[in-house]
């Protein structure tokens, strides 16, 4: 497995040069259902050179992205689950807070997730078992309580019938903690609750390719992740999320 990360990092700062270096005179943008959900030739480019390059790093797996496929998700086997590019309107309009996810799930459990910044050159990584790093140095989620913490959240905006939800929960935490934070990449975000750059992070709806691999990369910083109910999380279908350290208790 070691081996395998190696070379999927490899790959994946290989497409974030690809991001970094895009002509944004010609970039081509388009939206799929739902409100702002945009998606890119760059994302389908992306895409495209992750599936072709992780299928040859392991052949007897299954690929799961975002940008359209045909492989539906079984408990059993393995499966690429990725996200060619998490944070596709930050990467629209420059705003240089977008990442790469890969995560690799057998028979039903996350095994490995990296997840890339090319804008920083950080690259989080995780094998179950064997602890997080980010560029090779080991991380861990902080030890503070909610009340000295910052809270990071989505808005789901894909999902407009969340949004007063959202804003009302991301109140309640900003009346708990130091300061809330919106940085529009849910992969980043679980990656800054690993390092213990924040304390909790939640969205009421993702896709597995926006959670796979952050959500193993918390856990293995010795963090918690579950939904927003503290059910385990699920790879077939969407999901909410809450990524926390130990001691920042979620609120009711």
Known sequence: MKHDIEAICELMRECGRTIKDIDRATLQIGSKAGHANFVTDCDKKVQERLRTGLLKIMPDAHFIGEEGTTQEFSPTGKFFIVDPIDG????????????????????????????????????????????????????????????????????????????????????????????????????????????????????????????????????????????????ALVYDRKSSILARNKVARPLA
């Open 88 to 231: 596709t309107t930050n990467f629209i309009k420059d705003f240089q807070a977008s990442s790469i996810s890969v995560a690799l799930v057998v028979d039903g459990r996350a095994e490995l997730g990296a997840i890339y910044n090319p804008y920083l050159d950080e690259m989080f990584t995780a094998i179950r078992g064997h602890g997080a790093f980010c560029n090779g140095q080991r991380i861990h989620v902080s030890s503070e309580p909610l009340e000295n913490g910052l809270v990071i959240f989505g808005t789901s905006p894909y999902n407009e019938e969340l949004s007063e939800r959202s804003f009302k929960l991301a109140y309640s935490y900003f009346k708990k903690s130091v300061d809330v934070r919106r940085t529009g990449s849910a992969a980043l975000d679980m990656c800054s609750v690993a390092a213990g750059r924040a304390e909790l992070f939640f969205e009421l709806s993702l896709s597995p390719w926006d959670y796979a691999a952050g959500a193993l990369i918390v856990e293995e910083a010795g963090g918690i992740v579950t939904d927003i109910d503290g059910n």
